[in-house]
């Protein structure tokens, strides 16, 4: 195996000798030898193509962890996780330039227009939940384990309709900086709650009232809501809120809908906001 130092890597690579270790850290790029008395590294040069993938992933901005996600799959779904990734940082640059708009319009005294807000009534229903706290960059994949590997793919059943569509309320804000807390739900058949509840001791059984909530829908089929998206949810329901002197009730939630008539397209994501 030709192997070079770290030093000479760095050259080849164009990476610098710190991005090396923090990569090797983190299991995205380990070097092909690490001398067990002086803990110098080497490199293989066939590592030089994967060097310059994890380079270019992260000057696409694609965050760490999802870069070691992507590392591990097959080429032919690496490339579908790297496309869908893409899509996701366009539609978060959508929201942003839109909350931006919004900000702009705000601070010149200006009233924005908002996304277009519906009621629903919710009846009583009972839920499968958990409540935690995440960043931003792990919701997606902790909602993902959650409802799709561990309960939908598990065959636990849920109410039909839109009362009985899966949704995350948001319990604070969640970013890069700040970590909700978020609780995830899954409505489930009252007749069943309780036998259904027995197979999941770490989730929590509750039941919720019947009530009414206002929706914003966002056209993101198949993924989850950007960060700004939800931004730009939250700014639409509260101001809607306040403007019909309607009484906000809990947090924000982001609804997963089965997009009927669209089959193969995935869930939609609607932001609700619960009306006391």
């Keep these: 195996m030709n192997m ?16 090396l270790r923090l990569y090797g850290e983190l299991g995205l790029l380990v070097p092909a030898h690490v001398d067990a008395e002086t803990g110098y590294r080497w490199y293989a040069v066939t590592q030089l193509d994967h060097a310059r993938l994890v380079a270019s992933l992260r000057r696409a901005e694609v965050p760490l962890a999802r870069i070691r996600d992507i590392l591990a799959l097959a080429p032919a779904s690496a490339a579908e996780a790297i496309r869908d ?30 996304d277009e807000v519906t009621v629903r009534d919710i009846p009583e229903r009972s839920l499968l939940s958990r409540i935690s706290r995440v960043h931003q960059d792990e919701l997606e994949s902790l909602t993902r384990e959650l409802f799709i590997h561990r309960l939908r ?5 849920r109410t039909e309709g839109v009362a009985g569509a899966p949704f995350v309320i948001y319990h604070g804000e969640v970013s890069g900086d700040s970590d909700g807390p978020v609780e995830w739900c899954w409505p489930v058949p009252a007749d069943r709650a309780a036998e259904i509840a027995a197979g999941f001791p770490d989730l929590t059984l509750r039941t919720e009232p019947a009530h009414q909530e206002a929706v914003v829908r966002q056209e993101t089929p198949g993924r989850w809501a950007a960060g700004s998206q939800v931004e730009v949810a939250v700014g639409a329901l509260f ?20 997009a009927a008539g669209t089959r193969g397209t995935g869930p939609y994501v609607e932001f609700a906001l619960s009306l006391s």
Excluded at 240 to 253: I, N, T, Y
């Design 4 to 19: 070079v130092s770290i030093g000479e890597f760095s050259r080849l690579s164009r990476l610098s000798a710190k991005a």
């Design 153 to 157: 793919r598990g065959g636990v059943p």
């Design 239 to 258: 101001a809607w809120a306040a403007e019909r002197k309607r009484q906000p009730s809990g947090g924000v939630r982001g609804v997963l809908v089965p």
């Design 85 to 114: 990734h893409w899509a996701d940082a366009e539609a978060e640059h959508a929201a942003r330039r839109v909350l931006v708009g919004h900000l702009v319009d705000h601070l010149r005294g200006r009233k924005s227009g908002m």
